[in-house]
């Protein structure tokens, strides 16, 4: 089991930049794949990006709207996933949550996660 626990949000304006961690809990955070996932208010949580458990080897994954703008990384050896939001847009205003899972299937998708931290707020004003 682990445990996941976001900060880093905060309020920009327009063309800046955040960077969000997701802390884990657990020896073998590094065998989990994990994922940003976004909720605004009124919409449902929709996938921003992965990144895969191999640690040698670590693939990632991007939703179309964040792909050259947002990064995701990992460093194994401080349990702690990253986020970084670069040329932020109002639309990215939303409660961002780290998600992990160990198993495979899609990367894209909030039903196959089975561990979530509990969210931290990016508000992006014009």
């Known amino acids: 089991q682990v445990q996941l626990v976001e900060s880093g949000g905060g309020s920009v304006q327009a063309g800046g930049s955040l960077r969000l961690s997701c802390a884990a809990s657990?020896?073998?955070?590094?065998?989990?794949?994990t994922a940003w996932f976004c909720q605004a208010p009124g919409k449902e949580r929709e996938f921003v990006a992965a990144i895969s458990r191999n640690g040698l080897l670590s693939y990632s994954y991007y939703a179309d709207s964040v792909k050259g703008r947002f990064t995701i990384s990992r460093d194994n050896a401080k349990n702690t996933v990253y986020l970084q939001m670069n040329s932020l847009k109002p639309e990215n205003t939303a409660a961002y949550y780290c998600?992990?899972?160990?198993?495979?299937?899609?990367?894209?998708?909030?039903?196959?996660?089975?561990?979530w931290g509990q969210g931290t707020q990016v508000t992006v004003s014009s």
């Open positions: 998600a992990a899972k160990t198993g495979g299937g899609s990367y894209s998708g909030k039903g196959s996660y089975d561990y």
């Open positions: 657990g020896r073998t955070f590094s065998s989990y794949n």
